[in-house]
Nanobody, 125 residues
């Protein structure tokens, strides 16, 4: 059973930083074809939008809206994937979901087969 468990969300002022964590089952890291991504779902929006992903070959990709502000990385020994968010803006407010699965599905923005429960990030003064 694949599990993804997010943590690290919270309330932060504009310009602040947060680091989200996603604890993942080992199988997420062992299949070379897999990738992991972070998909925020903004208030009132039905769609979750990919903002960052990392493949099991360690290639990363970012949406234009978060480039040079967000960094995705992972620790395979701890079996965790992280999203470091700097210079946060009110429009970054969302529930952030960790997603994993087939690399093409994750990278395309459609999402892989596995989702976490989400962690709330609120950027407000």
């Amino acid at each position: 059973q694949v599990q993804l468990v997010e943590s690290g969300g919270g309330l932060v002022q504009p310009g602040g930083s947060l680091r989200l964590s996603c604890a993942a089952s080992e199988s997420i890291f062992t299949l070379r074809s897999y990738a992991t991504g972070w998909y925020p779902q903004a208030p009132g929006k039905q769609r979750r939008e990919l903002v960052a992903n990392i493949t099991n070959d360690a290639y990363t990709n970012y949406a234009d809206t978060v480039k040079r502000r967000f960094t995705i990385f992972r620790d395979t020994r701890k079996k965790e994937i992280y999203l470091k968010m700097n210079n946060l803006k009110p429009e970054d407010t969302a529930v952030y979901y960790c997603n994993a699965g087939n690399g093409r599905a994750v990278v395309s923005g459609a999402g892989g087969a596995y989702w976490g429960q989400g962690t709330q990030v609120t950027v407000s003064s």
